[in-house]
């Protein structure tokens, strides 16, 4: 998938939009996300099959960690 070598190639805290296919598609990035320790930014499903998502490399820094 286009999405996984892209974000492979991100520094840590960068972001790219992708598109998706369907709600399937779109349930995949979420999981591929968590499993991998990406962050799923943002998504918005303009129909059941045509939608985009915002992914970032990384997980956002936690503040409480940092007190």
Same mark, same amino acid.
């Given at each position: 998938? @286009? /999405?996984? =070598?892209?974000? #492979?190639?991100? @520094?840590? +805290?960068? *972001?790219? #939009?992708?598109? $998706?296919?369907?709600?399937? #598609? %779109?349930? /995949?990035? !979420? !999981?591929?996300?968590?499993? *991998?320790?990406?962050? %799923?930014?943002?998504? /918005?499903? $303009? #129909?059941?099959?045509? +939608? =985009?998502?915002? $992914? +970032? =490399? +990384? !997980?956002? !820094?936690?503040?409480?960690?940092?007190?």
């Amino acid at each position: 998938m @286009a /999405l996984m =070598r892209t974000v #492979e190639q991100m @520094a840590e +805290g960068d *972001t790219a #939009e992708f598109a $998706v296919a369907s709600a399937s #598609e %779109l349930d /995949l990035v !979420r !999981r591929w996300c968590e499993k *991998t320790g990406n962050t %799923l930014v943002s998504t /918005l499903m $303009v #129909e059941q099959d045509t +939608g =985009r998502v915002t $992914v +970032g =490399r +990384g !997980r956002p !820094r936690n503040p409480g960690s940092m007190i």
